[in-house]
T-cell receptor
């Protein structure tokens, strides 16, 4: 019963490098989300997807890109990493947008850009 | 723009005490409100979800209430235990595009002392 799986758990990038954060869920959820969590700031939505082939921007999308080719996978791409992207990144999923559909989270990826 | 705040930012109590965590939000047009628990270095675990039409939800020693008209929710923890030590976050779900957006509070860091 894996739920939402994120890889890697930790990563250090140099300024200007690129990387992809992986996220996969095995619950057949339509909705998937990427958040970043900065100390004392709560979680901010980066991108979200309501189904395969459909993605949209959240509150803080600059410097990131996503794709959703399958229901299961929702990778987050960082291009030209900057120190401001140092954060903990969480992927989440939910079954639908109904009133009783909770969010399920992965364990996060801790990214440091130096 | 929806804003979510949580009071207090941190709380330390002796084992066995009952305690209340507070969550406030500015826009009452929500699908639901969720309370999450986050352990250090881990993702968020959903504790309770209250639909917008509901007043409260209970799970074991946890009880969450929702007053949508006043923009408030409380999480009541009975007979606290050291294992309850964690950060507790609330989040409201609101309509966004073809899905829903979850707006998070900054969290309350709880320490239960043996």
């Amino acid at each position: 019963n894996a739920g939402v799986t994120q890889t890697p758990k930790f990563r250090i990038l140099k300024i200007g490098q690129s990387m992809t954060l992986q996220c996969a869920q095995d619950m057949n959820h339509n909705y998937m989300y990427w958040y970043r969590q900065d100390p004392g700031m709560g979680l901010k939505l980066i991108y979200y997807s309501v189904g395969a082939g459909i993605t949209d921007k959240g509150e803080v999308p600059n410097g990131y890109n996503v794709s959703r080719s399958t229901t299961e996978d929702f990778p987050l791409r960082l291009e030209l990493a900057a120190p401001s992207q140092t954060s903990v990144y969480f992927c989440a999923s939910s079954y639908s947008d109904s009133y009783d559909s909770p969010l399920h989270f992965g364990n996060g990826t801790r990214l440091t850009v130096t | 723009k929806q804003e979510v705040t949580q009071i207090p930012a941190a709380l330390s109590v002796p084992e066995g005490e009952n305690l209340v965590l507070n969550c406030s939000f500015t826009d009452s047009a929500i699908y639901n409100l969720q309370w999450f628990r986050q352990d250090p270095g881990k993702g968020l675990t959903s504790l309770l979800l209250i639909q917008s039409s509901q007043r409260e939800q209970t799970s074991g020693r946890l009880n969450a209430s929702l007053d949508k008209s006043s923009g408030r929710s409380t999480l009541y923890i009975a007979a606290s235990q050291p294992g309850d030590s964690a950060t507790y976050l609330c989040a409201v779900s609101e309509p966004k595009g073809g899905g829903q957006n979850f707006v998070f509070g900054p969290g309350t860091r709880l320490s239960v002392l043996p």
